[in-house]
Structure formats: structure tokens, C-alpha cells
């Protein structure tokens, strides 16, 4: 059973930064991709950004240019810097993780962060 644990949530001031950290029990190259999502209240969850395991990486449009996801080989984490942070940023963020399968795909999911952005 795969294992992913978040860190690095917090309360911040807008155009503040946050780096979240994500921790996998196995190595986070040989999944097909690692990502981040959120969650706000009252809202669905969406997806931040995503890398693939060939490094490919993919960004929502609202966090391009701000956010940047990162693996860490020796950590054997995915890493989400995230930069010139607005108060919409705000949310549960959860790190995921996917592999692929003839059966389809399998995700799993940490337990989530917190980010707060107000001042």
C-alpha cells in the first residue's frame, strides 16, 4: 500500500510563498505521474499541477507562472513551490498519486494541507 504524507501548509500573506512537500513510500519516479490538487470549501477538487514521469509537466491555468511542482530524487518527494500566493489559492491541498495499469488507473491520496492566504 502506497503511503503519501503532506507537509508545508500553512497561513501566509497574499503575494506570500509556501513550499509543500510531498513524502511517498516508494519512489515517486516510478509512478506514472505525481500531482497536487486542492480543495476550497464548498467547492470541488481540482487538479494544480501535475508531473509525468518522464518529467512532463502540467499546470491549471489560474497557478501558471506562480506555482512549480519538483521531484526530489534523494527525498523521494514532489515538491510544490508555491509563489505570489492570492487569497482564491486557498484550500485543502493533497498530494496524489497515480499508477497505470491494464485494469486502468489507480490513484492514491494523502490526507491533505492546509494553506491559508489573508492577512
Known amino acids: 500500500q502506497v503511503q503519501l504524507v503532506e507537509s508545508g501548509g500553512g497561513l501566509v500573506q497574499p503575494g506570500g510563498s509556501l513550499r509543500l512537500s510531498c513524502a511517498a513510500s516508494?519512489?515517486?519516479?516510478?509512478?506514472?505521474?505525481t500531482g497536487w490538487y486542492r480543495q476550497a470549501p464548498g467547492k470541488q477538487r481540482e487538479l494544480v499541477a501535475v508531473?509525468?514521469?518522464?518529467?512532463?509537466?502540467n499546470y491549471a491555468d489560474s497557478v501558471k507562472g506562480r506555482f512549480t511542482i519538483s521531484r526530489d530524487n534523494a527525498q523521494n518527494t514532489v515538491n510544490l513551490q508555491m509563489n505570489s500566493l492570492k487569497p482564491e489559492d486557498a484550500a485543502v491541498y493533497y498530494c496524489?498519486?497515480?499508477?497505470?495499469?491494464?485494469?486502468?488507473?489507480?490513484?492514491?491520496w494523502g490526507q491533505g494541507t492546509q494553506v491559508t492566504v489573508s492577512s
Open positions: 496524489n498519486a497515480r499508477d497505470m495499469s491494464e485494469e486502468g488507473p489507480k490513484d492514491y
Open positions: 516508494r519512489s515517486v519516479f516510478n509512478f506514472y505521474s
Open positions: 508531473i509525468f514521469a518522464g518529467g512532463r509537466t
